[in-house]
């Protein structure tokens, strides 16, 4: 078993809910409210960085979604995730597929995400719509300062009241 990059045993836990028991669940339930917790009290305190990249492999599922923009997917079908689970954690092939299978469905994440990055061939291909997802963030990157930025929300409000 490969071990976990996230401080709150994603791994672990994931490999536990492939036996989809009530206490996994609940462990998820757990990690992930801890994990959103984490995640927002970090990008609180950083509000002078115009742009907050946040990595979260359960951004849909536990509705963290609604805190981010623009909503970038990185998807892969389900025969790649099948084998790439089965390649870096060592799992089965019956294993891999309750894992995938267990997940959100990608058209489901497709619906709710900006950005959509295939992410079904090689290692360069992947690098290639990185480039372009980063240049397209980068030149609407003012959006983003201007609009969100206490600044910005504090002119629209502003704006708003106004027109009353």
């Known amino acids: 078993m490969a071990l976990s990059r996230s401080p709150f045993g994603g791994h672990v836990l ?3 809910w492939a036996g989809i028991s009530h206490t996994c669940r609940c462990l998820q339930r757990v990690s992930t409210s801890l994990y959103t917790q984490a995640m927002l009290h970090a990008l609180h305190h950083a509000p002078d ?10 951004l849909f599922e536990t509705g963290f979604y609604h805190f981010t923009s623009p909503r970038l997917l990185v998807a892969a079908g ?10 870096r954690d060592g799992l089965s092939e019956e294993a891999a597929d309750v894992r995938v299978s267990s997940q959100m469905p990608l058209s489901a994440k497709r619906r709710l995400a900006d950005i959509v990055v295939e992410n ?8 290639q719509s990185a480039r372009t997802v980063g240049g397209l963030l ?17 002119l629209v409000a502003a704006a708003l009241f106004s027109l009353r």
């Open 78 to 87: 389900e025969g790649m995730q099948r084998r790439r689970l089965m390649a």
């Open 14 to 16: 994931g490999l536990a």
């Open 49 to 58: 960085i115009p742009i907050q990249i946040v990595d979260m492999p359960l």
């Open 138 to 154: 980068q030149r609407h990157r003012w959006l983003h300062i201007w609009f969100f930025s206490p600044l910005g929300l504090g």
């Open 120 to 127: 079904d061939g090689d290692v360069e291909e992947l690098r």
